[in-house]
């Protein structure tokens, strides 16, 4: 009598805990299907800061709309070191590993990525001019497996600062490696640009196996022209080569014009350019619209939504440039 009665209690018991081992299956079985979700970043290099800030950006963004490493999604950070072997290294490891998304910062790793795989989607971030480099077919369609947010600020509103800080500039050099696709893009883009506040270009250009002679290029240009622009131009802005050119041309009091802030910090007098962190953040909801069933060829390329104006105000002093203040109340950082 005794056994059947607890036979019995413990039937009841089993039926009541029931529904509560299916919750906690149910609950276990979408947290592991969250748990599929992979998202591989293939990052250029820690150096300059700005892929790390793009990366941070990205990061928090995906958490903001509900993405959160641990939780439901695992971001496997690559960083290729400025290698192109290395990155395309990465890619083939991620198209391999069949990872849900790449997000991709920086144009080598955005064409590597594209070389490795035609189906995984791909977000890319940091890309200075994406259809001149051939990742997108035009801002409204990749055409391709690919989507995202780039760096390009138009030359027309860089142009627009240059001319309240230096209103009386009318010859305007303009200095780019003719090796880079963006480079040239953005160096035709701002000929075009001059010649429409009144300004006169002054173009020069080399290839990426002379780049010994451009400190002398950047002098004789000096002697020219009231102002030089370096426009997107990842060999040029590299420390070094940079260091050398601005030495070359404050001997003559010309400011170097660029379109990143850590150009400015070594010394360039401004640049009107984007918030790395920002447009990581902004790529996220793309990535998400992709992870939710959206091809990315039918997800439009943006350019940051929020512009920032540099100042090195160190710089002005040294070449005896006098800035308006007002000019300088549009800055969201001054360097002293």
């Given at each position: 009598m005794g056994s059947k009665r607890l036979l019995t209690v413990a039937r009841v018991g089993l039926v009541l805990l029931l529904?509560?081992?299916?919750?906690?299956?149910?609950?276990?079985?979408?947290?592991?299907?969250?748990?599929r979700i992979e998202i591989g970043i293939l990052q250029w290099t820690e150096s300059p800061a700005v892929f790390t800030w793009n990366r941070e950006?990205?990061?928090?963004?995906?958490?903001?709309?509900?993405?959160?490493?641990?939780r439901n999604v695992r971001f496997d950070i690559k960083i290729a070191e400025g290698d192109r072997e290395k990155a395309?290294?990465?890619?083939?490891?991620?198209?391999?590993?069949?990872?849900?998304?790449?997000c991709a910062l920086g144009t080598i790793p955005?064409?590597?990525?594209?070389?490795?795989?035609?189906?995984?989607?791909?977000?890319?971030?940091?890309?200075g001019e994406p259809k001149a480099t051939g990742i997108?077919?035009?801002?409204?369609?990749?055409?391709?497996?690919?989507t995202g947010v780039s760096m390009k600020i138009p030359v027309e509103k860089q142009l627009e600062m240059v001319q309240r800080a230096?209103?009386?500039a009318k010859k305007l050099g303009i200095l780019y490696c003719s090796s880079t696709p963006q480079a040239m893009a953005t160096a035709e883009e701002a000929r075009g640009s001059a010649k429409r506040f009144g300004i006169r270009p002054y173009p020069i250009?080399?290839?990426?196996d002379h780049l010994s002679q451009f400190p002398l290029i950047a002098q004789n240009l000096a002697k020219q022209v009231e102002a030089i622009y370096i426009p997107t131009d990842p060999i040029l802005t590299a420390k070094k080569n940079l260091l050398k050119i601005m030495e070359a041309a404050f001997k003559f009091r010309v400011p170097i014009i660029v379109v990143s802030d850590d150009a400015v910090e070594l010394g360039a007098l401004m640049a009107l350019h984007c918030d790395f962190r920002e447009i990581g953040r902004q790529a996220a909801p793309m990535a998400v619209k992709i992870l939710k069933g959206m091809r990315p060829t039918d997800i439009p390329s943006q350019m940051p939504l929020s512009h920032r104006l540099t100042v090195n105000l160190r710089t002005a002093?040294?070449?005896?440039?006098?800035?308006?203040?007002?000019?300088?109340?549009?800055?969201?950082?001054?360097?002293?």
């Amino acid at each position: 009598m005794g056994s059947k009665r607890l036979l019995t209690v413990a039937r009841v018991g089993l039926v009541l805990l029931l529904p509560f081992l299916s919750l906690d299956l149910r609950i276990a079985q979408a947290d592991s299907s969250q748990r599929r979700i992979e998202i591989g970043i293939l990052q250029w290099t820690e150096s300059p800061a700005v892929f790390t800030w793009n990366r941070e950006g990205f990061i928090e963004g995906m958490k903001g709309l509900g993405y959160e490493e641990g939780r439901n999604v695992r971001f496997d950070i690559k960083i290729a070191e400025g290698d192109r072997e290395k990155a395309k290294e990465i890619a083939r490891t991620f198209v391999k590993r069949r990872v849900d998304l790449i997000c991709a910062l920086g144009t080598i790793p955005s064409l590597v990525a594209l070389e490795a795989t035609r189906e995984i989607p791909i977000v890319y971030s940091n890309v200075g001019e994406p259809k001149a480099t051939g990742i997108i077919d035009s801002w409204g369609s990749s055409g391709r497996n690919i989507t995202g947010v780039s760096m390009k600020i138009p030359v027309e509103k860089q142009l627009e600062m240059v001319q309240r800080a230096l209103p009386k500039a009318k010859k305007l050099g303009i200095l780019y490696c003719s090796s880079t696709p963006q480079a040239m893009a953005t160096a035709e883009e701002a000929r075009g640009s001059a010649k429409r506040f009144g300004i006169r270009p002054y173009p020069i250009s080399l290839p990426s196996d002379h780049l010994s002679q451009f400190p002398l290029i950047a002098q004789n240009l000096a002697k020219q022209v009231e102002a030089i622009y370096i426009p997107t131009d990842p060999i040029l802005t590299a420390k070094k080569n940079l260091l050398k050119i601005m030495e070359a041309a404050f001997k003559f009091r010309v400011p170097i014009i660029v379109v990143s802030d850590d150009a400015v910090e070594l010394g360039a007098l401004m640049a009107l350019h984007c918030d790395f962190r920002e447009i990581g953040r902004q790529a996220a909801p793309m990535a998400v619209k992709i992870l939710k069933g959206m091809r990315p060829t039918d997800i439009p390329s943006q350019m940051p939504l929020s512009h920032r104006l540099t100042v090195n105000l160190r710089t002005a002093k040294q070449l005896g440039i006098r800035l308006d203040p007002h000019f300088l109340s549009l800055a969201h950082r001054v360097i002293e």
